[in-house]
């Protein structure tokens, strides 16, 4: 049954009247929570290169945030598919999880060690840009306190709330700029420099980027399909990728590459 359109509006109101106030970020969630049953929200701001910061966040099971601070923010945030929506400056919009995952996300370590932990079992995120580098990630999201995905029509429902959330966001989040713009060093090759000088393991650029592409979940074919280079090429570089690092799994890149990716991160404030 569809919802008196009055309330919706008054829900939209405060959202404008709570504009640059602290209880913006509530008014939103109440304006969404009002169209859509959702079980969890997060906001987080990703800044250049800096780490996430996390304006606001809900749930009713503990453990969908449970580690966001001690885990998710101190590093598990690279290999997190919506992350790099922003690295990749996606247009602004709105993304489920299953359109950003890679196509072996769910066979990665960082799914089986984090992700499967927050209980989520659905997710999409409003994604909106107030100023050059800087994203907006407006998550809400379905878990164990519902079991339940979203339906197509709630997912229809969801995008028809995007142009609002985006502007009402690029208007509160307009202030926020981003003082690294001259950082040209890409993940790869800070990635690559961190891995010589910590574990004296040369890679080429190339291994570098198929590397994080391993971590993140993406198949030989999804690889070779984003960096434009056959299949057999892509197994070429992970078999030369395992034998420099002394590896043969999925799993042992984990272990080892993680420690390295922490560092990279610890330097980057939020």
Known sequence: MAKPLQAGMEHLGQMIFHLHTQGFEESIFQFVRYFLDIDNETILIYTGNKRPRIIHRRATVMQVHERLESDYVLGAYLLDPFYNLHVEQAPAGIYTLSQVAPDQFKRTEYFSTYYRRTTVVDEMVYVAYPSPHVSVHLSVGRD???????????????????????????????????????????????????????????????????????????????????????????????????????????????????????????????
């Open 144 to 270: 164990a306190a519902s079991g339940q995905r979203f339906s197509k029509r709630e997912l229809a429902r969801a995008r028809e709330l995007e142009p609002v959330l985006r502007a009402i966001s690029e208007l509160h989040w307009a202030n926020l700029h981003s003082n690294d713009n001259n950082d040209k060093t890409s993940e790869p090759d800070a990635f690559r420099e961190r891995l010589e000088s910590e574990l004296g393991i040369c890679l080429t650029p190339r291994q570098a980027q198929v590397a994080l592409f391993i971590l993140r979940g993406h198949s030989s074919v999804s690889i070779s399909l984003r960096l434009k280079i056959s299949e057999q090429t892509v197994k070429v570089f992970r078999k030369q990728l395992y034998r420099k690092c002394g590896i043969s799994s999925q799993a042992e890149l984990f272990s080892m590459m993680m420690p390295v990716l922490l560092k990279i991160v610890a330097q980057r404030t939020p």
